[in-house]
């Protein structure tokens, strides 16, 4: 088991955005996005995603220089187009944008197209919730969830995120995706060599797909799918996952004008790798605009004190909230390092040997 410091691997991260045409600040900005995943434990979306965002820069599918244009801004809200720039970027703008127009105006909205991956969800919600407000994102994804009664790929894994003040150490932060696991997981379990569990994806005949590698190839080849919260059937809640995966996808295209479900395979006519142009959706609420701060926060705070407090079910020992586990796992992994699994190590030296970097020994 290898673990690296965190402030040798957040040097690492900016040194190599810089190096593949990033702009200073901007490197910092998705640096810190995926160190802020890391530090969470959410291991699918931190130091594992880099070599993807490298490969497709260097592929030409995502600017390492972020281009935004405003399509339109009017008091609350505000519509943008990413240019395929870094997706991190685009999305920490836009939910600082979405942040300000909310002091004024009590809430503050921004949609986006044409943008890229921008890693964990939370990390924007979060921004709001620093600012004692009420923060929201979503975003949409290349194919890989089938609806309900279907076994083709045709929503992303389109994450839910709401995260809301405390008087807690940590405020409360839902960040999830609308199908029973996110793809990065999948990634994860690649990088670890270990199967995907039964029951989160099946292939054309409905059957469960549990070889990992090969789960990663047969969607990009559109021959397997993941499946929404509920799994297959409405008995189980099926159609909850699968209705709020559609809710998220018109949120992120049909407000912007932008691309959605097949349009965002990332690859054009002739199956050639090309933009992914996906969509984001950002919401900032004030709550001085409301109520007053200290009661939302009291109520916000005895609402997650009363759930953990309930009474538990048998064999188990405690109840979390949503933010609760990512806070303790941070000051672990603040101490212990980052886990760097051997797959994992051998990107970073591909990356390394290719950009003359040294900074790492691994």
């Known amino acids: 088991m290898m673990y690296l410091p965190v402030q040798q691997m957040h040097e690492f991260m900016i040194a190599v955005f810089s190096k593949i045409g990033v702009p200073p600040e901007d490197a910092k900005i998705c640096a810190d996005v995926l160190i802020a995943s890391d530090l969470r434990g959410i291991e699918s979306h931190g130091i594992g995603r880099l070599k993807m965002y490298y490969d497709r820069i260097k592929l030409g599918i995502q600017s390492p220089v972020t281009k935004i244009d405003v399509i339109k801004d009017r008091y609350a809200t505000a519509v943008w187009d990413g240019n395929n720039g870094m997706g991190h970027v685009i999305a920490h703008k836009a939910m600082q944008q979405a942040i300000d127009k909310a002091k004024l105006y009590g809430l503050g909205s921004v949609a986006v197209r044409n943008s890229t991956h921008y890693g964990i969800c939370g990390y924007y919600a979060d921004m709001a919730t620093q600012q004692d407000m009420i923060g929201l994102t979503f975003t949409n994804a290349r194919p890989s969830i089938c609806p309900t009664h279907g076994v083709a790929p045709m929503l992303g894994t389109n994450p839910i995120c709401f995260g809301a003040p405390t008087n807690l150490p940590y405020p409360f932060i839902y960040d999830a995706a609308t199908s029973i696991s996110q793809r990065g997981k999948v990634e994860q379990y690649a990088r670890e060599e270990k199967p995907t569990p039964p029951y989160w994806a099946i292939n054309r005949q409905g059957e469960p797909q549990t070889d990992t590698v090969k789960l990663l190839k047969d969607l990009v ?91 538990l079910f048998p064999g188990r020992d405690r109840i979390w909230v949503a933010g609760e586990k990512e806070y303790e796992k941070e000051q672990e992994v603040r101490k212990k390092g980052i886990h760097i699994v051997p797959n994992l190590a051998k990107n970073i030296q591909v990356i390394q040997k290719e950009l003359g970097l040294n900074n790492i020994d691994i």
């Open 221 to 311: 080849d559109q021959s397997a799918s993941m499946l929404p919260l509920g799994g297959t059937e409405e008995l189980t809640g099926s159609h909850k996952g699968y209705g709020l995966g559609t809710m998220v996808e018109i949120l992120c295209a049909a407000l912007q004008n932008g691309s959605y479900l097949n349009g965002l395979w990332g690859q054009d006519q002739d199956g050639k790798p090309a933009p992914y142009r996906l969509g984001h959706f950002f919401l900032a609420l004030n709550i001085d605009f409301f109520t007053e701060l200290d009661d939302f926060k009291r109520i916000s705070t005895d609402i997650c004190k009363q759930l953990q407090a309930s009474e």
